[in-house]
């Protein structure tokens, strides 16, 4: 379940769009995640798989990792690996992660906590439970995004952003049957806290059993549905949708979804994340953990990264062992 909730009769409301001047977005396609190990060995589901590059631009990449309840001993994490050219967004909905970097960042997300770190020039990079969780077990459940830098920002200087749950602007639909919290980019005129060098919006929404949910969407941004949990449908031609499963729209200025009244026991609503952003449209090559413009600045990247130019491991921790470049290809 969401840690961050509210009673949506308090909240601000967001208007339903006319559709005589904001075009219903159509469904192009939906996609359903396959299973996979991250890190260490967590469950994660890749959710772009199959998805065309220009259909997901600016966003490269993402993970749902869990929803998986740890026994004892179990809860594992990444080793160190580097990342170049681009911003990795960890949205933790359940448990507790932590994070460090080569160059200072750091902390500890837990229920609602966003971690928005661009790796721009390069850095070194670790996340983990916490050895009490390790300890203990629990449940765990998030969300990696991938965005990309545009070119001229591929070599900015890394930053970090810790966003906390209670940060994110929190609205209701026109009927109050959606809760919608703002994690980035703005939605009908109500902004998020995440500051992005693409221009992007980052919703997950809350849809009741039986709720419609009607945006108005930026028509300049591409729109994807990934459903976190439930079952529902997605746009006027209603798609059925579930957990794991992609929905991209095609062009428009306002999107739709709908819960089904009945909802799995475990999973009492119908729990989506929202995205959309301008693309960027410059060449992407993408390897492992680098996402850069041109095969020779991947190759640039991994020499970077084996002499040591993108940071060293902190004296405490351990460093990784010499081979192949980590991260997900």
Request: glycine share 12%.
């Amino acid at each position: 379940m969401p840690a961050v909730t509210a009673d949506t009769l308090t909240l601000p409301r967001v208007a339903t769009p006319d559709p005589a001047a904001a075009r219903p977005r159509p469904v192009r396609s939906v996609t359903t995640a396959p299973s996979g190990f991250e890190g260490e060995g967590f469950p994660v589901r890749r959710a772009f798989a199959g998805v065309p590059h220009e259909l997901l631009d600016p966003f490269i990449h993402m993970d749902q990792m869990g929803e998986v309840d740890y026994a004892p001993g179990e809860p594992k994490g990444t080793p160190w690996h580097p990342h170049r050219g681009f911003e990795t967004v960890t949205y933790i909905i359940d448990g507790i992660f932590e994070h460090q970097d080569s160059v200072g960042g750091g902390g500890t997300i837990t229920d609602g906590d966003t971690q928005w770190m661009t790796a721009g020039s390069g850095l070194l990079h670790i996340e983990k439970p916490p050895e009490h969780l390790v300890v203990s077990g629990g449940l765990f459940h998030g969300v990696q995004l991938w965005v990309n830098l545009p070119r001229a920002h591929k070599f900015h200087q890394p930053r970090y952003q810790d966003i906390r749950g209670r940060q994110s602007a929190l609205l209701a639909s026109s009927d109050g049957g959606a809760l919608l919290r703002v994690i980035a980019g703005d939605l009908d005129g109500h902004a998020g806290p995440g500051v992005t060098f693409t221009p992007i919006t980052m919703v997950h929404a809350t849809l009741a059993p039986g709720a419609r949910l009607e945006l108005p969407w930026n028509p300049g941004f591409n729109a994807l549905a990934y459903v976190l949990a439930g079952r529902g449908t997605a746009g006027a031609e209603r798609r059925p949708v579930s957990k794991g499963r992609l929905a991209v729209y095609g062009e428009g200025g306002s999107l739709s979804l709908a819960a089904d009244t009945a909802q799995p026991q475990a999973e009492p609503n119908l729990e989506v994340l929202l995205l959309g952003g301008r693309p960027i449209r410059e060449p992407v090559v993408h390897y492992g953990p680098f996402v850069m413009n041109t095969r020779a600045e991947i190759v640039q990247a991994m020499e970077d990264y084996r002499a040591g130019r993108l940071g060293v491991v902190p004296a405490e921790r351990v460093p990784h062992a010499d081979g192949p470049v980590p991260g997900k290809e």
